[in-house]
């Protein structure tokens, strides 16, 4: 895999083998939505979504960002999965590219990159859990305003924030657990 | 895939019209979001959206319900009723590119779009791992019914043993062999884009442009002349 580390050069410096794993990942991830999302999706509680898919979508993108490892790795992860939610709606990639640029800006200040345990763990926790608010209030942003009072009940926010938060956490933390095991075999660098 | 008129546009024409309706979904009230919600109505007939009636049912049952929030929540029954149609159009918006578009054809037409070789890689890679994952995920499936254990997320540890690292030792062994297949063909992220030639816009194009501007232009009109 010599030859694929050296095919560098593409979009922010991430290779051909970067951008397989991201494709793989993205896939992974969009089945998980594409299979739990419409179970939950007309229960009008903030943060549902997140609820039901961030534990197994954590565990891909955990295993994603330890392969890959580069700073800006969720944004190729989660900017693939923004292009088909852009064909469902406009407005899903709006909350999911705010809660990217969110996170890659904390782990940019603070990590440089998803080598280290510490840094994946924190950054896909942050990413999932700033989804839930940034979600609302994109969502009170579109429907004119006229959500105000929802986003008002800040008890509930916080309440599905800190269920994500919980629940995003486990599934990153399968997700090491699934790491350690690839790299005992040999497949993670 | 519904194979009505609209599988005949372009599906870079829907995703521009989509956004236009999601833009104008967000921007317009009273009478123009009624005229927006007609347009729609059109748009969810013509997707074919009224042959599935239980995700239909699904929809608005969600819009229902939030609507129910919206006056439980202190709001008169007029917001509710904006609201509920705001989600109408923005939901039917997205209709015609989601029901009538051949995922071959929107990956051909992003193509011609001059977007970095490495996302339009990773675009088709990401539709072709679709397949391999449901076909490990049944071969996980059958080989524990084998076993005689029954796979679910109400056994965490079982899940966690005979689906998730079996999948993810999948998913990396896929992701390799497609490196490798891709390097050993040259296929290289710097050599620019593969911009294919443009199409040209066909009636089905035009009366899909024309449409979604009368509704726009019919909603701004009622706005502001």
Redesign the interface.
Same mark, same amino acid.
């Given at each position: 895999m010599s030859q694929a580390h050296a095919a560098k050069g593409g979009l922010f410096g991430f290779g051909i083998r970067d951008f397989v794993i991201a494709a793989v990942a993205a896939a992974a991830i969009q089945v998980i939505g594409f299979v739990l999302i419409p179970l939950v999706g007309h229960i009008p509680i903030p943060g549902i979504r997140s609820m039901v898919s961030a534990p197994f979508s954590a565990i891909f993108l955990t295993i994603a960002l330890a392969r890959i490892g580069r700073p800006l790795s969720i944004l190729l992860v989660y900017g693939l999965c923004s292009i088909v939610y852009l064909m469902v709606s406009p407005v899903i990639p709006c909350f999911v590219l705010s809660a990217v640029i969110v996170t890659e800006t904390m782990n940019l200040i603070v990590f440089r990159g998803y080598a280290t345990r510490k840094a994946r763990m924190v950054s896909v926790v942050t990413f999932y859990t700033s989804m839930t608010p940034l979600g609302t209030l994109w969502g009170s942003l579109i429907l004119g305003g006229q959500y105000q009072r929802f986003l008002l009940s800040l008890p509930v926010l916080l309440g599905s924030s800190a269920v994500v938060l919980v629940l995003s956490g486990l599934g990153a933390m399968v997700g090491e657990k699934v790491v350690a095991e690839l790299r005992r075999a040999g497949r993670m660098p | 895939m519904n194979q009505g008129w609209l599988s005949r546009v372009d599906p870079l024409v829907k995703?521009v019209s989509?956004?236009c309706w +999601?833009a104008a979904g967000?921007v317009f009230?009273g009478t123009a979001l009624l005229l927006l919600a007609a347009g729609a109505l059109l748009l969810l007939a013509w997707s074919g959206a009224h042959r599935r009636p239980l995700i239909l049912l699904?929809?608005f049952? =969600?819009m229902a319900?939030?609507g129910a929030?919206?006056l439980l929540?202190?709001?008169t029954v007029q917001?509710a009723s904006?609201?509920m149609l705001?989600?109408f159009v !923005? =939901?039917a918006? /997205?209709l015609p590119?989601?029901l009538t578009?051949d995922p071959a054809v929107?990956l051909r037409s992003?193509r011609r779009l001059p977007l970095?070789?490495? +996302?339009l890689? =990773?675009? /088709? $890679?990401?539709?072709r791992?679709?397949p391999m994952?449901?076909r490990e995920l049944e071969a996980l499936v059958f080989s524990a019914r084998l076993d005689g254990e029954r796979i679910g997320v109400g056994n965490p540890r079982r899940f966690?043993r005979r689906v998730?690292?079996p999948? /993810?030792?999948g998913?990396?062994?896929?992701?390799?062999e497609?490196? !490798?297949a !891709? +390097?050993?063909r040259g $296929?290289?992220?710097?050599g620019g884009g593969r911009v294919l030639k443009p199409a040209s816009p066909g009636w089905a194009d035009a009366g899909f442009g024309l449409f979604t501007l009368l509704f726009l232009g019919a909603a701004a009109w009622t706005t502001w002349l």
């Open positions: - | 995703i989509a956004a +999601v967000v009230q699904w929809a049952s =969600g319900m939030l929030t919206h929540i202190g709001g917001e904006h609201t705001r989600l !923005l =939901g918006a /997205s590119l989601i578009t929107l992003l970095p070789p490495g +996302v890689l =990773g675009l /088709s $890679i990401m539709w791992s679709l994952l449901k966690y998730l690292v999948l /993810s030792f998913m990396t062994g896929f992701a390799d497609m490196t !490798l !891709l +390097v050993t $296929i290289a992220l710097d």
